[in-house]
């Protein structure tokens, strides 16, 4: 009866590790976390059930209360699944640059989507501007439908929802034996998360952070391409809870690049997944050729979302 779950809430979280032998034979590992097989398709079910559980228990968000959040598609399916089974309707507010497989599935989820016109962005792409718009219109409808906004860069569930989740998996199933971790900054919950809990596990861990390149600013660059094809991260702007020592490395990836190891993680690896992802399997392989870890390093990143919602 181990096989069983009460419902989709117990699907989230305890994803495993693949190792990632046809991309990078050796020597040591390439792990990758295998965030899509959630409900909601991404690592963001997990922030989404950490910041509706909390808030839940501080009394902000009771049942049948409407929420609210801006997302670029992947926290807002995350809150769609969760909203479904706790019994409060859903508000996705997107900025209309975000691939519309994205939108399509929050619709199919039963939420209301709304779509901010772009500022300065184009389809696909993204800026910090078209965020800024799609920000204020979800503050707006907050106040208008009486909603609980989710807030997902300011809220510390997003964080801890990789504190207490994501770090401790990749610890256990490793036996503690993790050498770097390689994770894309976009709202920077699962970097900051999983590099707090490892690096009070082992402080010489190297915890790698990955940027779009031109929009790696995080890294002390300007910001010479706010548009980019590898949605959710690189919006030029800081996280409100970033920790820059919590960094050891910066890595910039491309669309070129993005693109390239999105198609060979399909290919080698017989996995469809999006642009973060291969911009995290990019990164790490830059990691393992720059000769910083030991002979036998065990590396793990994070496969973010399918590669469905582009």
């Known amino acids: 009866m181990t096989n069983i779950v009460e419902n989709a809430l117990e699907l989230i979280g305890n ?33 989404a059930l950490k910041i509706i559980k ?16 801006m997302t670029s598609g992947n926290m807002g399916a995350g809150l769609a699944v969760v909203c479904n089974v706790m019994d409060n309707p859903f508000i ?19 939420a209301e989507v709304i779509l901010v016109p772009q500022v300065d962005g184009s389809p696909g792409q993204v800026t910090g501007k ?23 860069f300011n ?16 610890w256990k199933a490793l036996g503690g034996k993790v050498d770097a971790f390689v994770a894309a900054v976009g709202s920077g919950g699962t970097f900051i998360g999983t ?20 929009a790696d600013i995080l ?3 300007p910001l010479t391409k706010p548009k980019h094809i590898i949605q959710g991260i690189g919006y030029g702007i800081i996280p409100p809870h970033w920790d820059p020592k919590l960094v050891d490395m910066f890595i910039a990836v491309s669309d070129q690049e993005a693109e390239e190891y999105r198609k060979l993680l399909a290919v080698k690896e017989g996995l469809y997944v999006g642009f973060s992802a291969a911009a995290n399997v ?29």
């Open 195 to 214: 590099s707090l809990f490892l690096k009070k596990q082992n402080s010489q861990i190297m915890c790698i952070a990955v940027e779009p390149e031109g």
């Open 15 to 47: 994803t495993p590790l693949i190792v990632l032998h046809r991309i990078y034979p050796g020597p040591g590992n390439l792990f990758a976390k295998v965030e899509f097989m959630q409900p909601g398709g991404s690592v963001k079910d997990r922030a």
């Open 92 to 110: 996705a507010v997107m900025s209309s640059g975000n691939s519309p497989q994205r939108a399509k599935m929050l619709y199919s989820l039963g």
């Open 155 to 170: 809220h510390l569930g997003s964080i801890l929802a990789h504190e207490e989740g994501t770090g401790p998996e990749i």
């Open 282 to 310: 990019c990164a790490a392989m830059k990691v393992l050729k720059k000769n910083v870890l030991n002979s036998q390093p065990n590396i793990v990143t994070v496969l973010c979302d399918t590669g469905l919602k582009y």
């Open 130 to 152: 078209d965020i800024a718009a799609a920000v204020a219109k979800a503050k707006e409808l907050v106040q208008t439908r009486r909603a609980f906004y989710v807030d997902q």
């Open 219 to 221: 890294a002390g660059n």
């Open 54 to 69: 909390l808030a839940y228990q501080a009394g902000a968000l009771v049942k049948g209360q409407t929420v609210v959040e």
